[in-house]
């Protein structure tokens, strides 16, 4: 059987080492697991091109609305986000839609001490964003601001936080030293684009700074809350947590979690 890593750019997914790590651990001796570049609007093309061989696809930006556009059935909290970071390969040959980010993002973040009532804020506004308002709402925040470049994007999450059940309030890309003080930060925005804020953000050494990028690793801004004394969480956490979510449903077998990890951790040059 077969599976990948879909989205643009690619060539840096730690994925593949994780996930056929898992196969070999668990004994899958005919499963693979590769990467697949591929922008937003090829994403419907690639999946119908695919045989009954494909197990599943994982999707990273900028696809995760498209696999949900295209799935024949969708889980409840994919709906809810209204993004899907998993495509499933069903028996009858339909493509079934998750996503694991939310279900990761509880995970690592209650590992880092996070509990009900905290306060959250998002930076970006796009699909792994919509995950972390879910997150949000799941650790049991009030509210949730989302700091972002342009209003209607932020405005384009709101049907994200009445789905799930939080209050949503958006707050411009600049100006933004006081949300670094929030119990929670969560940054889903790809590699470099937050870097600036690097230089205005006021960390609180009680916060929690979690963000998704992990390659280059520490980001300028995770380097300024590590100097803060923050609690700093890598995408490489979000990136376990989702891919065993990934890998049980395509398998339909437990996850070797700590091979898994194993891999992930002993291989992470650029070029992965």
């Not at 804020?121 to 997150?135: D, E, F, P, S, Y």
Request: aromatic content about 6%.
């Amino acid at each position: 059987m077969k599976a990948a890593v879909v989205g643009r750019p690619i060539a840096h997914s730690l994925s593949p080492v994780i996930h056929n790590a898992g196969y070999a651990a668990a004994g899958l001796s005919g499963w693979s697991y590769t990467r697949i570049e591929c922008g937003e609007s090829e994403l419907a093309g690639l999946v119908a091109g695919l045989g009954p061989e494909w197990a599943g696809l994982s999707v990273t930006m900028p696809g995760k609305e498209a696999a949900l556009a295209l799935a024949d059935e969708v889980s409840p909290v994919a709906a809810a986000v209204g993004a899907a970071n998993t495509l499933v390969r069903r028996p009858d040959c339909t493509w079934f839609a998750d996503n694991t980010d939310v279900t990761g993002m509880v995970e690592v973040l209650t590992g880092a001490g996070c509990s009900a009532g905290v306060t959250v804020t998002v930076l970006g506004a796009g699909g792994t964003a919509r995950a972390a308002v879910a997150a949000a709402a799941r650790l049991g925040a009030a509210e949730v601001t989302v700091v972002a470049r342009r209003p209607e994007a932020v405005e384009a999450l709101r049907g994200v936080a009445e789905a799930v059940g939080i209050a949503l309030s958006g707050a411009p890309w600049d100006g933004n030293r006081a949300h670094a003080r929030d119990d929670v930060v969560i940054c889903t925005v790809p590699k470099g684009v937050a870097d600036p804020l690097a230089e205005t953000f006021d960390w609180r050494p009680g916060t929690v700074f979690f963000d998704v990028v992990y390659d280059p690793w520490p980001t300028p801004l995770a380097a300024t809350a590590l100097a803060a004394g923050c609690r700093v969480i890598s995408g490489l956490d979000l990136l376990l947590a989702q891919a065993v979510g990934q890998f049980e449903r395509f398998t339909g077998v437990a996850a070797p979690r700590a091979a898994m990890a194993a891999a992930m951790n002993s291989d992470r040059s650029p070029s992965r």
